[in-house]
């Protein structure tokens, strides 16, 4: 790799390496470590561009991030990403949308693209099914000022629920059995409190994103949600949640949704990409709507937390999810 680049690269990586050590506590190290170091592929001497085969150079980098593109705001904010990746890659890019979790992985894990935006819990399902892909960056939440988000538990304070006992009998509303805050954290929580999903609920219903899962509790569909903090913060902030529907369980600190890339990329434009986007202009909307505070490196010994968790609910539910 030329000098000029790694020397780009170092000095881009010094801004999250303070970024982390003022803002994380040493109690979560363990949890959400997200270090700034690079993934091991990146120990190697990287080859050139002029010298790397043809297969480790796509013609077009392809993309996929988990949602659709139904609506015009997403996809502005995937045109605005492309075209921001295209210009600092100087090669053409394509990102789209996946009708849902699993497409995503399966694209990546089939290595038919490059690069998949997935979330933690969605990673470690892609990493067990191909074992040669990492992730490289995650964004940083303008929320927390750090790269974790939270799995949060929200009620309709109508229906007479003011803590996690209270749940017993109502209505519950999940995301997704891949999702990490909209399931499985919470899901984990609950069966360790002597929960049991199929006697201790009126009904227990999926709403396969975070929007839809929220929107169904201010309709009325069900009592209670679980979904990602994010969601339930801008909701509050733009005024479309009020303060009848509360917080009453909050989840330790989740890391980041990473973007992950193949190892079949070469090394040089794997450097590339997390050059692209740890320079991206701070405040750069996520695919998913969510403001960030720009990207910091991460490696998969940051998501061995999320491991643990879903170790403990393959073993709650005898891994038949």
Not at 72 to 101: N, W
Not at 214 to 241: H, M, N, P, R
């Amino acid at each position: 790799m030329p000098a000029n680049s790694q020397k780009r690269l170092n000095s881009l990586m010094k801004l999250p390496i303070v970024i982390i050590s003022l803002i994380f506590p040493p109690l979560m190290t363990n949890m959400t470590g997200c270090t700034t170091q690079t993934s091991s592929n990146n120990n190697s001497q990287p080859t050139q561009r002029s010298q790397v085969s043809i297969e480790k150079i796509p013609s077009t980098l392809k993309i996929v991030f988990m949602g659709s593109t139904n609506d015009a705001q997403r996809q502005e904010r995937q045109e605005t990403l492309a075209e921001y990746l295209k210009k600092t890659l100087k090669q053409p890019v394509s990102i789209e949308g996946t009708k849902d979790y699993n497409t995503a992985v399966d694209l990546l894990v089939e290595e038919k693209v490059q690069v998949a935006i997935l979330g933690p819990l969605t990673y470690l399902q892609a990493k067990e099914r191909n074992p040669k892909i990492e992730p490289i960056v995650a964004p940083i939440s303008k929320t927390t000022g750090r790269p974790w988000y939270k799995s949060v538990i929200v009620v309709n304070s109508a229906s007479g629920i003011k803590t996690l006992d209270d749940l017993k009998g109502k209505r519950l509303g999940l995301v997704n059995k891949q999702s990490t805050s909209g399931y499985m954290f919470p899901v984990v929580h609950l069966l360790d409190i002597g929960f049991n999903l199929d006697r201790d609920f009126a009904s227990v219903e999926f709403f396969q994103s975070h929007d839809k899962t929220l929107v169904a509790l201010l309709d009325g569909k069900v009592d209670a949600v679980a979904i990602e903090s994010k969601f339930y913060e801008q909701a509050k902030e733009s005024g479309t949640i009020n303060d009848s529907y509360p917080v009453i369980w909050q989840s330790e600190p989740i890391p980041e949704l990473p973007v992950v890339v193949s190892q079949k990329l070469s090394p040089q434009l794997i450097i590339e990409l997390k050059e692209a986007f740890i320079s991206a202009p701070i405040g750069m909307l996520s695919l998913e709507g969510i403001p960030s505070n720009g990207y910091t490196l991460v490696q998969d010994s940051d998501y061995d937390g999320v491991r643990q968790v879903k170790k403990q609910l393959d073993e709650k539910l005898g891994n038949k999810q």
